[in-house]
């Protein structure tokens, strides 16, 4: 009964986009939830749809949490089933309340400590919710009553301090060491820089940074990661490329078309006579061993996007945002890349 209830907040939420995206002239995959936006007419009738959905919810959740109960009850050891029941039924219970907790957040009784965002995909309408900082649910959550905490990473500094980390991460008052990298950058990597791009957004430029990159891919036989900053370019680059690769036996793996980052990075491994495109899951946490990548493409600075609900909400917190927030911000992406 729940599930007739969505509907026709995705309805609503669907009108809402496309009110917006014909008073900003075209569409937008994100809109910030501002109490300017909500108080458009168009937002009555998702905030009317979204308390019917977040009552049948309530109501939802305290069904589930009847059957918790009641198998909790239970003797121990009744069954494995009555365990597996209530292993369930306690994890529904979990995601209900966060999902009410998204919906009444986003849409029905926003916090001045959290960003709210619609994310409109193709078809395919998504409520989101964020902390402004996260340092206080870190410090509350994480550090409290622990005798010691070690804080490791490879790019935990911007300009030689720690400054910019430690107050994200809420850890102000803690002991530094910055201890350089025992890899020899200096007699193992070649670092490059192409100075004769057109300026981004400029004419010729995709097509420049396209050709850049397949002359780059053909010199290494493959081999190669290009990393990008927009979803967008990867698409536009895997469509390129594909073109201008196709008689050198180069394979183009892009993100988000031809598999997931984890699919890619095998792919690449079994076959490295390739060039895999990427955008954000790409610019960290990734390991590649043996020959089977041997040069990165850096297409672009990290720098976020300005009009990120998230990044344009914790933005608001710096008097001067692209100085303190934009550029650390990007340094640390820049680094881990």
């Not at 899951?281 to 061993?289: K, L, M, N, R, T």
């Amino acid at each position: 009964g729940a599930k007739e209830h969505v509907r026709p907040l995705v309805d609503a939420l669907r009108g809402f986009a496309e009110e917006y995206a014909e008073e900003n002239g075209g569409p937008r995959r994100e809109i910030s939830l501002t109490a300017a936006r909500r108080a458009q007419p168009a937002w009555e009738e998702v905030a009317e749809a979204a308390v019917q959905l977040d009552f049948a919810l309530q109501i939802v959740s305290e069904r589930v949490e009847q059957v918790r109960d009641a198998v909790a009850a239970l003797p121990e050891g009744a069954s494995d089933l009555a365990e597996s029941l209530r292993v369930e039924a306690a994890q529904a219970v979990d995601a209900l309340a966060e999902a009410r907790d998204t919906l009444r957040g986003t849409a029905l009784h926003p916090r001045r400590d959290d960003i709210a965002w619609l994310a409109v995909g193709e078809g395919d309408q998504r409520l989101h919710l964020a902390p402004l900082d996260v340092s206080e649910r870190l410090d509350h959550d994480l550090y409290q009553d622990r005798g010691s905490v070690l804080v490791t990473s490879a790019t935990l500094t911007t300009a030689g301090s720690f400054d910019f980390t430690l107050e994200r991460v809420g850890l102000r008052d803690a002991d530094t060491l910055d201890v350089p990298s025992p890899f020899d950058y200096r007699r193992a990597v070649l670092a490059l820089v192409a100075d004769d791009l057109p300026e981004p957004g400029m004419p010729g430029y995709e097509r420049a940074l396209h050709q850049t990159i397949a002359e780059a891919a053909r010199s290494a036989g493959g081999r190669t990661l290009a990393l990008f900053t927009s979803h967008a370019a990867v698409r536009a680059a895997s469509h390129a490329l594909r073109d201008l690769l196709s008689r050198d036996d180069i394979a183009v793996l892009a993100q988000g078309i031809d598999g997931s980052p984890g699919r890619l990075l095998r792919l690449l491994v079994d076959r490295p006579r390739s060039v895999l495109l990427g955008t954000a899951a790409f610019w960290e946490g990734i390991d590649v061993p043996g020959d089977a990548l041997s040069q990165i493409l850096v297409t672009r600075l990290p720098f976020p996007v300005p009009n990120d609900p998230v990044y344009a909400g914790r933005a608001e917190q710096f008097s001067d945002p692209f100085a303190e927030f934009a550029v650390p911000q990007s340094v640390l992406r820049f680094r881990q890349g």
